[in-house]
């Protein structure tokens, strides 16, 4: 019978010391955390999607992604919190971007990786 568990009790010091000595500190951690939190949600990943394509303003996701303004303002701010998206301000026009490479880099990885 197939067990995820180890059929013996046996601690490998050198490997938790390994593993120990590469984590990140709590902060980054935490903030990783958040990040693919934010990604675990469809209408955030096809916005991300959508602006690998270009800038494009509320009124255009919301067009895009067939939901409310309102809606993908809530989702923008999480997103420009967690410094996936940057925005500027034409006139009275608010455009979104991915903020760097590193977006579309972690969603085409993502999706690369399901695709396997």
Excluded: W
């Excluded at 990943?45 to 939901?67: H, P, R, S, T, W």
Aim: aromatic letters at 4%.
């Amino acid at each position: 019978m197939p067990t995820d568990q180890c059929l013996c009790r046996i601690i490998h010091q050198d490997r938790v010391e390994r593993a120990s000595q590469a984590m990140p500190p709590n902060r980054e951690t935490d903030r990783l955390s958040l990040l693919f939190k934010a990604l675990a949600d469809q209408s955030r990943i096809k916005m991300l999607m959508a602006l690998e394509q270009g800038e494009m303003c509320v009124c255009d996701l919301a067009a895009f992604l067939g939901v409310s303004e309102s809606a993908v303002s809530h989702q923008l701010r999480m997103l420009r919190q967690l410094t996936l998206v940057a925005n500027r301000r034409e006139g009275p026009v608010l455009y979104y971007r991915l903020a760097d490479a590193h977006v579309s880099q972690l969603v085409r990885l993502a999706l690369e990786h399901i695709r396997e």
